[in-house]
């Protein structure tokens, strides 16, 4: 079993940059894909970004390319999701996901509860 728990949410207004988190503890993290996902209000759960165990590998969903960045510390347990140039479109709730890879949501095993990012136009 791997427990995810997603940190760093919050409001900020359009242009603004935010950092989240996400602590992984159970299985060993550093063998594990990651990846983060969004779901909007009355949308379906997006795909956001994803990176290899070895952290040597990334790939991201098109509406962030350029502007989000993930990373990952597996001294930390620890995977990280930069989020520069934020737009209004971005709110959701950002969830962590592992053990998995792609865009697919069925993809992965394990699922964060999920970290509310809100941007103020």
């Known amino acids: 079993q791997v427990q995810l728990v997603e940190s760093g949410g919050g409001l900020v207004q359009a242009g603004e940059f935010l950092r989240l988190s996400c602590a992984a503890s159970?299985?060993?993290?550093?063998?594990?894909?990651m990846g983060w996902f969004r779901q909007a209000p009355g949308k379906e759960r997006e795909f956001v970004a994803a990176i290899r165990w070895t952290g040597g590998s990334t790939y991201y969903g098109d509406s962030v390319k350029g502007r989000f960045t993930i990373s990952r510390d597996n001294a930390k347990n620890t995977v990280y999701l930069q989020m520069n140039s934020l737009k209004p479109e971005d709110t959701a709730v950002y969830y962590c996901?592992?053990?998995?890879?792609?865009?697919?949501?069925?993809?992965?095993?394990?699922w964060g509860q999920g970290t509310q990012v809100t941007v103020a136009s």
């Open positions: 159970g299985r060993t993290f550093s063998s594990l894909n």
């Open positions: 996901a592992a053990g998995g890879w792609g865009a697919q949501t069925n993809n992965y095993n394990y």
